[in-house]
């Protein structure tokens, strides 16, 4: 089932490019609008930064040294982790042939430089309210799993659940990004924040309870464990 994303959630947006005043222009605007930006100037560095915190959405230009924007996306698309990222494509290549490449890489969207700011804004709203519906309602729902984030709440079969503010949190980020893999260092990041030191073995101590919370009365487990790569909120039994 898919999640509902709520205003109260700020997007972590990695663009990138490697015009550093594009760059620039980019993180001022997006940010000016309320997403948190993430840079990348080479395919490399892309790859490195999203493995250490997957991005809500890329953006990603298609001329990149060491590694192009179309190998990118590919690479993206073909790992289980990262398979379902939005991507928008950034690119002079404006011809019809190039954008039908770019979207059958797995690229969201396309947007031709030079490109209007809020326009850019605007497409990368659309494309998360098209695939990250959780970003802009007041509730998160998944499996017989429903969050409320106005009243702090959350219910699962209608039976009220009692969450520590960690697991709720934990809770929250999971259900938001329904069905991806998550490693512990990454669940450190989104949970705790990156200005905390604990040990990756926080996150286990944490997820038991969550499970043992939610679990309560024999119901049916919707955490996944990925053996050697974390966790996952998965339907599949």
Same mark, same amino acid.
């Given at each position: 089932?898919?999640?509902?994303?709520?205003?109260y959630?700020?997007?972590?947006?990695?663009?990138?490019?490697?015009?550093?005043?594009?760059?620039?222009?980019?993180?001022?605007?997006?940010?000016?609008?309320?997403?948190?930006?993430?840079e990348?100037?080479?395919?490399?560095?892309?790859?490195?930064?999203?493995?250490?915190?997957?991005?809500?959405?890329?953006?990603?230009?298609?001329?990149?040294?060491?590694?192009?924007g179309?190998?990118?996306?590919?690479r993206?698309?073909?790992s289980?982790?990262?398979?379902?990222?939005?991507?928008?494509?950034?690119?002079?290549?404006?011809?019809e042939?190039?954008?039908?490449?770019?979207?059958?890489?797995?690229a969201?969207?396309?947007?031709?430089?030079?490109?209007?700011?809020?326009?850019l804004?605007?497409?990368?709203?659309?494309?998360?309210?098209?695939?990250?519906?959780?970003f802009?309602?007041?509730?998160i729902?998944?499996?017989?799993?429903?969050?409320?984030?106005a009243?702090?709440?959350?219910?699962?079969?209608?039976?009220?659940?009692?969450?520590?503010p960690?697991?709720f949190?934990?809770?929250?980020? &999971?259900?938001?990004?329904?069905?991806?893999? &998550?490693?512990?260092?990454?669940?450190?990041?989104?949970?705790?924040?990156?200005?905390?030191y604990?040990?990756p073995?926080?996150?286990?101590?944490?997820?038991?309870?969550?499970?043992?919370?939610?679990?309560?009365?024999?119901?049916?487990?919707?955490?996944?464990?990925?053996r050697?790569?974390?966790?996952?909120?998965?339907?599949?039994?």
């Open positions: 089932m898919t999640p509902a994303v709520t205003p959630v700020t997007p972590y947006v990695l663009v990138v490019d490697d015009e550093a005043d594009l760059l620039t222009l980019v993180r001022y605007n997006l940010e000016r609008d309320g997403f948190e930006v993430g990348a100037m080479d395919g490399e560095e892309a790859m490195l930064m999203i493995a250490e915190r997957c991005p809500d959405l890329v953006l990603l230009d298609w001329m990149l040294p060491r590694l192009s179309i190998e990118i996306c590919r993206i698309r073909r289980a982790a990262t398979q379902s990222l939005p991507i928008i494509m950034l690119t002079a290549r404006g011809e042939s190039d954008r039908v490449r770019g979207l059958d890489c797995g969201d969207d396309y947007i031709v430089k030079p490109f209007s700011p809020s326009e804004a605007a497409r990368m709203r659309a494309v998360l309210r098209r695939l990250r519906p959780a802009e309602a007041e509730t729902e998944f499996a017989d799993v429903t969050m409320d984030l009243e702090y709440r959350v219910t699962r079969d209608g039976e009220a659940v009692r969450l520590a960690t697991e949190r934990l809770l929250r980020h &999971f259900m938001e990004h329904p069905g991806r893999v &998550f490693s512990r260092e990454q669940l450190l990041d989104a949970v705790w924040g990156r200005e905390i604990l040990e073995r926080t996150v286990d101590v944490h997820v038991r309870r969550l499970r043992r919370t939610l679990n309560a009365g024999g119901r049916r487990d919707i955490i996944r464990t990925v050697a790569a974390g966790y996952a909120l998965d339907q599949q039994p």
